[in-house]
């Protein structure tokens, strides 16, 4: 698992620059998920519904601790957890790199092993990752040739990359992924004891600090800026402006966007060879033929895309599509499935291939049968929310084939013909023509989140045309007469 991860820097989905041969190698020989999308863009909220199979709304973990913004810090005590599941039927637990769920319970307290390093970016202080450079005789971290934007005060804006001056070997890329090839090979030593590993690593996350060989590795002259870099913010949010200018895109020349985007799929480049080593070590200890592989990430990275860095309060491809890759040994493999799939069906798959019960993750579907190649009956459409990251910002999202709805509170809504616009440049919410389009989504947005039990949909009764309404929408129970069907 990686962090803040776009689809489109890796070959498999569509990406010229070979960079990422271990994960096309994981594609050619599995099942490559086309709309494969994360429960929420950001860090914490999507890393608690990996472990728990709930979405957001339902496990109350809304927001990063380090920008919180008044939710709760961890997972309630006796939140369900997959972990505690496969410790239960003698399942070894490990998890090596970025946790980021909460802030006073460790992996550890889930029953992972490994060292536990907290934090939202690389944690280069952290006495385990010291002591390996130091058994190595490995140089220090340090770091030159900072980007960064302009704050309005004329002060540096937010550190978006800079050069490291450390070898391959010494970056903390490396060093996680050789702590997970040593909890591997103990794993593997135990013999028939089964496994579940994860390797989490903190990037390709910014800010994007590398070494020379992939800080440069990209000539900036052959990136192709995203076409929504012309994004205007007309008819769209504020907030979405706003952003742009936490971010100070507009700070910097266009020359400096090309080259955070070319250090960007530098970054994936490095994480890519590290992946490659631990699949290697999987197959120098006889473990692929019988262990299963995902790759995916908790959300992807705008990157220059509508003039934003980072993620935030805007529910485009950019962020919310992610990558998704599942090898299953014994499965057909070239498999590439376009069926609206989520980070979190990630959860009951786990189980399903532990031989637990997959219902137990209770927003979660397992995605084993999708990897047959086979027809499968599926949802088509999707939902997704978000809470907040720097301030409260609620926002639900329904994707279809076609279209995209996102509702927004406090501003206005936006609706996207993917078709037609596929860099969401154009809201057309308000057109004439998308009535029938609008009215539709609307209703069905509000009967999945009445389903689910997010009582987000209680704003939308009173805000919008949601369709006949069987409740009182004060939820008061004082006149529920007055809206139950008259008799015949």
Not at 169 to 187: G, K, S, V, W
Not at 204 to 221: G, Q, R, S, V
Not at 320 to 325: A, E, I, N, V
Request: with cysteine.
């Amino acid at each position: 698992m990686t962090d803040q991860h776009r689809t489109d820097t890796l070959g498999a989905y569509g990406n010229q620059l070979g960079t990422t041969p271990n994960l096309d190698e994981l594609a050619r020989t599995g099942t490559r998920f086309d709309r494969w999308y994360t429960p929420t863009a950001i860090c914490t909220p999507a890393r608690a519904s990996l472990l728990t199979g709930q979405a957001p709304f339902r496990h109350k973990l809304l927001a990063n601790y380090e920008r919180n913004v008044g939710y709760i810090e961890d997972l309630g005590e006796g939140t369900f957890t997959f972990s505690q599941t496969l410790r239960d039927r003698g399942y070894n637990c490990g998890l090596i790199g970025k946790w980021h769920v909460g802030t006073n319970r460790t992996a550890g307290d889930f029953g992972f092993d490994g060292p536990d390093l907290p934090g939202w970016h690389n944690p280069v202080d952290h006495p385990d990752y010291l002591e390996y450079l130091e058994e190595r005789g490995l140089p220090p971290y340090e770091i030159s040739d900072r980007i960064r934007g302009t704050l309005p005060n004329g002060g540096p804006g937010n550190l978006l990359a800079a050069r490291l001056h450390q070898p391959v070997e010494a970056t903390f890329e490396h060093y996680l992924a050789t702590r997970a090839i040593e909890l591997l090979e103990r794993y593997a030593a135990d013999g028939e004891q089964p496994f579940f590993l994860a390797l989490h690593l903190f990037g390709p996350h910014l800010p994007y600090i590398l070494p020379d060989e992939y800080f440069d590795l990209i000539d900036p002259a052959d990136v192709e800026l995203p076409r929504s870099v012309a994004e205007t913010f007309e008819g769209k949010p504020p907030v979405q402006k706003n952003y742009s200018a936490h971010w100070t895109f507009d700070t910097m020349p266009i020359e400096t966007t090309r080259k955070l985007i070319a250090i960007y799929q530098g970054y994936v480049a490095l994480i890519d060879f590290e992946i490659g080593r631990v699949l290697e070590a999987m197959k120098r200890l006889g473990l692929t033929d019988d262990t299963a592989v995902f790759f995916t990430c908790d959300h992807g990275e705008f990157t220059g895309s509508h003039r934003l860095h980072d993620k935030g309060p805007a529910m485009y491809e950019d962020i919310y599509r992610t990558p998704g890759l599942l090898r299953v040994p014994g499965q057909p493999e070239g498999v590439v499935r376009n069926e609206f799939v989520s980070l979190l069906d990630c959860t009951a798959t786990i189980l399903d291939l532990a031989g637990a019960d997959p219902k137990l993750a209770t927003d979660s579907r397992s995605l084993l049968p999708l990897t047959t190649g086979e027809p499968v009956e599926w949802d088509d459409d999707i939902v997704c929310e978000f809470h907040g990251h720097h301030f409260p910002y609620p926002q639900r999202m329904l994707r279809t084939d076609r279209y995209k709805l996102v509702v927004n509170p406090d501003s206005v809504n936006e609706l996207y013909d993917l078709e037609l616009d596929p860099d969401e440049l154009l809201n057309v919410y308000e057109h004439p023509e998308q009535a029938a389009v609008r009215s539709q989504m609307m209703r069905r947005l509000y009967t999945v989140l009445r389903e689910r039990g997010d009582n987000f949909y209680h704003w939308m009764t009173s805000m919008y045309d949601v369709g006949d309404v069987s409740y009182d929408p004060s939820m008061s129970g004082l006149d529920e007469a007055s809206y139950q069907p008259p008799e015949d």
